[in-house]
């Protein structure tokens, strides 16, 4: 669990940094605002391992309700989400 | 047994497997990330507690607590034993005959299914509409890359149908739990269990459903789609769960535990399959078109937890019989020329 203070671009580059090792991209294929199921950076188990990553990480509780295109569409409404919940 | 792959000196990752580096030893980047080893202990734990107390909750409220996807395979032959005997679920068995199933295998299932007393059920989709969605698995580039480093495409166009099956005759009959065989070399940790929002599920498979409807047509929705009737429907989902996962059997230990049930290795598959008879040419097809085995990241997880030695994973990876992949592109009319093939970086 981190201890700094969480800012919308530390939670994005530990984000981004985390998709990079664990979905074995570079970060120049990474389309902030796109699906990265769309964009073929994850599948459907790489959802249930960002939504692990981030309870992990944040401390906070995702259940399957919570796991939409809403809050999980892009990498920006991902750090969104996790700000929301952190709130 | 000669292997001129250049690999890490202590699993067996290849050098063309996805982000690899070795150090000045050999040693690869996966074997040496420290942080993995020590987190999954605690994961299991977790896992173990959560998976009792869910199990002690649903037990015995519906006709079956648990639907376990069988493929005759020495992993899901221990889960289906596990979930009867060490569990004590009512569980509902269940296989998808993909047309390759071996002979043998399916011996298997019906010694195993009637030792343990269950009852079965068999799907078995279209022989046509298998072979062409082999075909394309094979030939097109149908999934992702990290889906790709853990299991063939193949193999993944199968365990899709599997998956989908299992889950629509779990809502039909309310059963709250899928049980699987997979283990943690296959499935990341936090795979253990797991529930889905199928509702964005159906949404971001909706690029890999769009391929697969090109290249076969509608029926592709019949065996690998979720319908949105079914999606308004379900008030709550069944959870996934890989028993298998809180489990550490070396491959002895297991048949040793599912002999008694009348199980014996079949002989008519590759060295890493005990059920399907594409196996090998499906590791064939992986290996031409991406320079590894798709075997690979689960023979080397085994490796670091002590379950399997290095020269057994090799022996493993190097058993190519060469008959069977010929039977498997014979069967699929697929030609050598009509797969990509790889080029180093
Ligand atoms: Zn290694």
Request: proline share 3%; hydrophobic share 35%.
């Amino acid at each position: 669990m981190k201890t700094e203070v969480l800012t919308k671009e530390s939670i994005q580059e530990s984000f981004l940094e985390f998709l990079c090792q664990q979905f074995l991209v570079e970060r120049e294929d990474i389309e902030l605002e796109k699906s990265l199921v769309d964009t073929g950076i994850i599948d459907s188990m790489g959802l249930i391992e960002i939504s692990a990553y981030l309870q992990r990480e944040y401390d906070i509780k995702i259940t399957e309700e919570k796991m939409n295109r809403n809050n999980f569409g892009s990498v920006i409404k991902i750090v969104d989400f996790v700000i929301r919940e952190k709130l | 047994m000669h292997d001129s792959t250049k690999r890490c000196t202590c699993c067996v990752l290849s050098e063309n497997f996805p982000k690899i580096e070795f150090d000045e030893k050999g040693v690869c980047n996966f074997c040496r990330e420290e942080l993995y080893h020590s987190t999954e202990k605690s994961y299991i734990d977790e896992a173990t507690r959560a998976i009792s107390e869910m199990f002690e909750k649903e037990r015995g409220k519906a006709e079956y607590d648990a639907i376990v996807c069988y493929s005759g395979g020495k992993d899901s032959t221990l889960t289906l034993k596990l979930a009867v005997e060490k569990y004590k679920l009512k569980v509902l068995s269940f296989t998808l005959e993909n047309g390759f199933t071996s002979p043998e295998a399916n011996k298997n299932i019906e010694r195993v299914v009637a030792a343990l007393g269950i009852d079965h059920i068999t799907f078995r989709p279209s022989k046509k509409f298998m072979r062409e969605l082999y075909k394309v698995s094979s030939i097109y580039e149908i999934y992702n890359k990290k889906t790709l480093t853990r299991i063939s495409a193949n193999c993944n166009s199968c365990i899709s149908i599997v998956n989908n099956t299992a889950l629509k005759y779990a809502i039909e009959k309310n059963i709250p739990f899928i049980l699987s065989g997979f283990t943690l070399g296959q499935i990341p940790l936090n795979a253990i269990y797991y529930k889905t929002n199928y509702a964005f599920l159906k949404e971001s498979r909706q690029s890999t459903m769009d391929k697969l409807t090109d290249l076969l047509g509608d029926d592709v929705h019949k065996y690998m789609g979720i319908s949105d009737r079914v999606i308004e429907q379900v008030k709550t989902y069944p959870v996934n769960i890989n028993i298998l996962c809180l489990e550490s059997h070396t491959e002895k230990e297991i048949v040793d535990e599912i002999l008694p049930l009348g199980w014996v290795p079949p002989k008519d598959v590759d060295g890493c399959s005990s059920n399907c008879r594409l196996n090998a040419f499906n590791n064939y097809v992986h290996e031409t078109k991406y320079g590894y085995s798709p075997y690979e990241l689960e023979l080397s997880h085994l490796i670091r937890k002590n379950l399997l030695s290095r020269e057994e994973a090799l022996h493993k990876l190097l058993d190519q019989p060469m008959d069977q992949i010929r039977y498997a592109m014979k069967d699929l009319h697929i030609d050598e020329s009509q797969l990509p093939r790889f080029k180093v970086q």
